[in-house]
């Protein structure tokens, strides 16, 4: 049974850092392509980045652009999300999410597997 946990959030002043971990137990992370979504109280789903495992290919969502950074660690079976230059609007509960397809992308419908969520609060 594939699942995957998410780690590394919590409370940063604006301006600060947060890296998040996904870890994937029951599989290979090399099967599956992974997402990084968010959903702050009140608001819908959002892709954030995401990383295909059939290619290496890595996308970003345009708010996030220059300041995350998707990486994976395929020894570690884990992908991470480095969060620079936090603002208060990145305040959200994110979620990892993992697609049989091995493909990138910011839908959440395409993804098959999705983790708990951990909660980053950024606030002075």
């Known amino acids: 049974q594939v699942q995957l946990v998410e780690s590394g959030g919590g409370l940063v002043q604006p301006g600060g850092s947060l890296r998040l971990s996904c870890a994937l137990s029951?599989?290979?992370?090399?099967?599956?392509?992974i997402g990084w979504f968010r959903q702050a109280p009140g608001k819908e789903r959002e892709g954030v980045s995401c990383?295909?495992?059939?290619?290496?290919?890595?996308y970003y969502a345009d708010s996030v652009k220059g300041r995350f950074t998707i990486s994976r660690s395929n020894a570690r079976n884990s992908v991470y999300l480095q969060m620079n230059s936090l603002k208060p609007e990145d305040t959200a509960v994110y979620y990892c999410?993992?697609?049989?397809?091995?493909?990138?992308?910011?839908?959440?419908?395409?993804?098959?597997?999705w983790g708990q969520g951990t909660q980053v609060t950024v606030s002075s």
């Open positions: 999410a993992a697609d049989l397809m091995r493909k990138c992308g910011l839908g959440a419908s395409m993804y098959d597997h």
């Open positions: 029951g599989s290979t992370l090399v099967y599956y392509g």
């Open positions: 990383l295909s495992s059939s290619d290496g290919s890595t």
